[in-house]
């Protein structure tokens, strides 16, 4: 089975410009989480999708992210414009919703460097 | 409000000696809990959880936990540490009656097994 898919590996951008990210679940995952994770911290909820609908974004700064799950498979994360704060490894992960005991799968995340 | 400790940032073990990570909790409800573990420039990789049942569960590489309802604890062990275990550590826990499946993250604990 094929695990959580990210892409880019890394990105270094200046303050201020735009930066995309991609991630496609594991198969058959109806439940799709982007996760900012600062060096040191543990990972921090930034948008919940079930299918192709937002279940939680109260945490995505959205004067500057935006998420979407178009097809309620693959899913994009943008930030526009970036600041030198939004440094961090992004985390997409993903989960069966036939029950609340299923545990997340994690991609390999994106370091994000802004500089 | 819901919540996950994991009182120790760091923990140093001599290979071939027992190891515990810390974890306790917080939730209005019955929990559900989850290990994870993250090696260097990686994504989240699942260890184990608990969601009812025995209070020992077992999971992936030899590591094994115990939910302890009275003391809110779930603590990560193993028999004897192998210098491949050093990573960072994250506790995780979801309340029972969260109906949108979020966990909510400790801060993380470093391992280090020393030869």
């Known amino acids: 089975e094929a695990g959580v898919a990210q892409s880019p590996r890394y990105k270094i951008i200046e303050k201020r410009q735009s930066v995309a990210f991609w991630c496609n679940p594991i198969?058959?995952?109806?439940?799709l989480y982007w996760y900012q994770q600062i060096l040191g911290q543990g990972p921090k909820l930034l948008i919940q999708?079930?299918?192709?609908?937002?279940?939680?974004d109260s945490q995505l700064p959205k004067d500057r992210f935006s998420a979407e799950r178009l097809k309620g498979v693959d899913s994009t994360l943008k930030i526009q414009p970036a600041k030198l704060e939004d440094s961090a490894v992004y985390l997409c992960?993903?989960?069966?919703?036939?029950?609340?005991?299923?545990?997340?799968?994690f991609g390999p995340g994106t370091r994000l460097t802004v500089t | 409000a819901q919540s996950v400790a994991q009182p120790e940032d760091q923990v140093n073990v001599a290979e071939g000696n027992p190891l515990t990570v810390k974890c306790t909790y917080s939730?209005?409800?019955?929990?559900?809990l989850f290990w994870y573990v993250q090696y260097p420039n990686r994504g989240l990789q699942f260890l184990l959880k608990?969601?009812?049942?025995d209070n020992l569960v077992k999971g992936s590489y030899g590591f094994e936990a115990e939910f302890n309802k009275s003391q809110t604890s779930f603590h990560l062990k193993k028999p004897s540490a192998l210098v491949s275990d050093s990573a960072l550590y994250f506790c995780?826990?979801?309340?029972?009656?969260?109906?949108?499946?979020?966990?909510?993250w400790g801060a993380g604990t470093k391992l280090i097994i020393k030869p």
């Open positions: 198969s058959g995952h109806a439940t």
């Open positions: 608990y969601i009812t049942g």
């Open positions: 939730v209005s409800g019955n929990p559900y």
């Open positions: 992960a993903s989960s069966s919703t036939s029950g609340r005991g299923y545990e997340q799968y």
């Open positions: 999708f079930q299918n192709n609908g937002v279940v939680d």
């Open positions: 995780a826990v979801r309340d029972i009656e969260d109906s949108n499946y979020q966990l909510i």
